[in-house]
């Protein structure tokens, strides 16, 4: 999957977010992506990566806060999301090795806010849906969020919930319970 067929990121976005509708002229807006590299071959998470993003057209409420942790003086310390994503292009390889999610939010977002922000999108097409491949590999009725995969799984979540970081962690222990489990990791889709 890498250049070597084994690398996959695992990506957990966190979105600037309100209890209900957004303020006037604000979006939500990425402010955190965690990234997890998973090595398929050796079977074990092999690195941990967090980039804070500056929100440009909305700001962190305290709803979001209370949810993720993660304060507006935090994120104004962040990196545009030009130069997020073109880390995660020169530093992380988003663009040549597939990457994985749990559900379609984190695709989705990225896209909204490259075409929103005309930044090249830094992935490529090679993308896992981990929460669809979790659920049919297990038979489920429905897709479960990720801290109910993690009990279902007989997984601990490690740190913190709605923390970017944390959650692409505990989506990589997914990954891997997957990749054990049928000895062979989830197929990336096109994306």
């Known amino acids: 999957m890498d250049a070597s067929g084994d690398l996959l990121n695992v990506v957990d976005v966190e979105a600037t977010c309100w209890e209900g509708m957004p303020p006037p002229g604000a979006v939500s807006e990425i402010i955190e992506i965690g990234l997890t590299v998973v090595d398929l071959r050796a079977g074990e998470r092999s690195a941990r990566h967090r980039i804070l993003v500056r929100p440009e057209r909305s700001a962190v409420s305290a709803f979001c806060t209370e949810l993720t942790g993660l304060t507006q003086a935090e994120v104004d310390a962040g ?100 990749a054990r489990r049928d000895a062979s990791p989830p197929a990336p889709s096109p994306a």
């Open 79 to 178: 990196v545009s999301f030009a130069q997020a994503c073109r880390t995660l292009a020169a530093e992380h390889r988003a663009g040549v090795r597939p990457w994985a999610s749990w559900g379609d939010y984190d695709r989705h977002q990225f896209t909204r806010q490259c075409r929103a922000a005309g930044v090249p999108y830094p992935f490529g097409g090679r993308h896992v849906n981990a929460k669809a491949a979790f659920t049919e590999a297990l038979g489920l009725p429905r897709r479960p969020g990720m801290a109910q995969a993690l009990r279902v799984a007989g997984l601990p979540l490690e740190g913190r919930h709605h923390r970017g970081e944390d959650d692409a962690w505990n989506i990589a222990a997914l990954v891997l319970f997957l």
